[in-house]
């Protein structure tokens, strides 16, 4: 899957999460955000940057903060 495609697909996954999350009680979206926060430290740490194409691996880390702070702005 070229680089275009994978972005284009986590696009669409990021508007059905942010709509999802959007219909859930506050105390619920603030735990998910919390927990998603958590996921986006994990995909930053320097060991899994090593050996993936890298516009692709920082496309996607853009994208994970970018939904990161709009659910964090939902909670």
Excluded: T
Aim: aromatic fraction near 2%; charged fraction near 25%.
């Amino acid at each position: 899957m070229n680089a275009q495609a994978m972005l284009g697909v986590v696009h669409a996954q990021e508007l059905l999460i942010v709509s999802l999350i959007r219909a859930m009680p506050p105390d619920e979206r603030r735990r998910i955000a919390d927990e998603f926060q958590q996921q986006v430290d994990l995909a930053e740490a320097p060991h899994l940057s090593s050996g993936h194409d890298r516009e692709i691996n920082e496309a996607f880390k853009a994208h994970i903060r970018k939904l990161s702070i709009l659910l964090a702005s939902l909670s």
